[in-house]
């Protein structure tokens, strides 16, 4: 078996993959593990130092199950393999500093009892993602109205070259009075298709939010 790592980043909601005989059998993406109500944040494919726990688990969502079985039975393990990114090898590389981590954060590795996270929350690019996670991409309510007719013809014209999706027919009749409501609709639809963080980059002139008028998924 073999399971691999992507962790969430601005660029990619990241991924956790895993095979068996170099066959994919589950693939878990970072967008689909999102808020599920106010009170369940958008979770993350983590990029913290953890340990290795390898236990037997049997569960027919990764495939079937013998009914052949025999328990108690022994779990044995011939070898354990573990590969890095050539431009980070080591415990402690220079992209990923370990050591300064768990230094920084020695409540969480120490304290079994911790039941809240009592650092920083982690953010994308100055993007900072609060307490109740947001789900959808709109227009920053703080933008000037006219910093957000450049990024809005952009996005049209990205939606429209790569997607097929034309934004003066698809914009809803009641979103196009205000330049806040088509910056909804174009930048919420922009990022359903890329489903990256970085796809509500827009300068500014986009933020993440809970819902927004005239967000479309």
């Known amino acids: 078996t073999q399971s691999t790592w992507e962790p969430t980043s601005s660029s990619s909601w990241g991924w956790i993959r895993w095979f068996v005989d170099e066959t994919t059998t589950f693939e878990l993406p970072g967008y689909g593990v999102g808020p599920q109500s106010r009170y369940v944040n958008q979770r993350l494919i983590p990029s913290e130092p953890m340990y290795i726990i390898m236990n037997l688990a049997l569960s027919s969502s990764f495939g079937p199950v013998s009914r052949d079985l025999q328990f108690p039975a022994e779990f044995l393990i011939d070898y354990v393999r573990v590969y890095q990114p050539h431009e980070a090898v080591g415990c402690n590389p220079r992209s990923h500093p370990t050591a300064e981590y768990f230094q920084a954060h020695q409540q969480a590795y120490n304290d079994a009892s911790l039941r809240q996270w009592p650092y920083q929350k982690p953010s994308f690019e100055g993007q900072g993602y609060p307490r109740k996670q947001p789900y959808v ?17 952009q996005a049209c014209a990205e939606l429209q070259n790569n997607y097929n999706w034309n934004c003066y027919q698809e914009v809803p009749a009641q979103c196009q009075q205000d330049p806040y ?26 933020a993440f939010s809970w819902s927004s008028p005239c967000t479309l998924r």
């Open 137 to 153: 991409c709109a227009s920053n309510p703080d933008a000037n109205p006219n910093d957000l007719l450049s990024p809005t013809k």
């Open 181 to 206: 409501n088509i910056a909804n609709a174009v930048f919420s639809k922009y990022f359903s298709f890329k489903k990256v963080p970085s796809a509500c980059d827009w300068g500014g002139a986009a």
